[in-house]
């Protein structure tokens, strides 16, 4: 299930915020909302991507976010001859807010 960038910015509260890391450098985001997981597109249902995990985190700076982390699932299970994975060796990183999109204000 999706949910457009238009949509994120209007709720509440955003209980996570997950960059997936499909390649060396290249993210895609979803967001857990109520206990449901969405991938977040753009108006004409593209969804996100970005080369460069910052350019993602900035979309995020100043929304109602609980918890944002970086997300990466090993390719190894998927080699020849091993053995089915019967648990999801997903590793989460929880990632700080780096202000990146507008100056950081100290007080």
Do not use: W
């Amino acid at each position: 299930m999706s949910i457009a960038m238009s949509a994120v910015r209007k709720l509440k509260l955003i209980d996570k915020v997950i960059l997936h890391s499909l390649d060396l450098c290249l993210y895609q985001v979803s967001v857990v909302v109520d206990g449901e997981e969405h991938y977040v597109c753009d108006e004409q249902g593209a969804l996100l991507r970005a080369h460069n995990m910052l350019n993602l985190q900035t979309l995020f700076e100043a929304l109602p976010v609980r918890h944002m982390v970086l997300r990466q699932q090993s390719a190894y299970d998927e080699m020849v001859g091993q053995p089915y994975r019967a648990k999801d060796n997903a590793l989460e990183i929880t990632l700080g807010n780096n202000y990146v999109g507008q100056p950081l204000t100290l007080q």
